[in-house]
């Protein structure tokens, strides 16, 4: 089983650049995990961000963010990245790392089992 660590959130001001990591700290399995980020805004649901299959490192993103932010894996470190850029004030949220073991890039919350604690980003404008 996973055990997930998100870091990397803050408080920048909007255009600003971000790169939030995410380290499995429990298992040597990590490379079978599909890997995601969702996010959740305050009185809001959590919502879809991106995602890398863990066959082919396939993406996928939500539209919100298409073109915006970058997910990425590095199977060595057991470690996703998601690289945010141009943030906007409406990318405040809290940000969470998902796993599932092997299958597609899932967009809803449902599909994964594992999750992170969260890092909080704010973006001022």
């Known amino acids: 089983q996973v055990q997930l660590v998100e870091s990397g959130g803050g408080l920048v001001q909007a255009g600003a650049s971000l790169r939030l990591p995410c380290v499995d700290s429990?298992?040597?399995?990590?490379?079978?995990?599909?890997m995601a980020w969702f996010r959740q805004a305050p009185g809001k649901e959590r919502e879809f961000v991106a995602s890398?299959?863990?066959?082919?490192?396939?993406?996928y993103y939500s539209d919100s963010v298409k073109g915006r932010f970058t997910i990425t894996r590095d199977n060595a470190k057991l470690t996703v990245y998601l690289e945010m850029n141009s943030l906007k004030p409406e990318d405040t949220a809290v940000y969470y790392c998902?796993?599932?073991?092997w299958g597609g890039g899932s967009t809803g919350p449902q599909a994964y089992n594992d999750w992170g604690q969260g890092t909080q980003v704010t973006v001022s404008s």
């Open positions: 998902a796993a599932k073991l």
């Open positions: 890398i299959t863990w066959s082919t490192s396939s993406t």
């Open positions: 429990g298992t040597s399995t990590f490379s079978r995990h599909t």
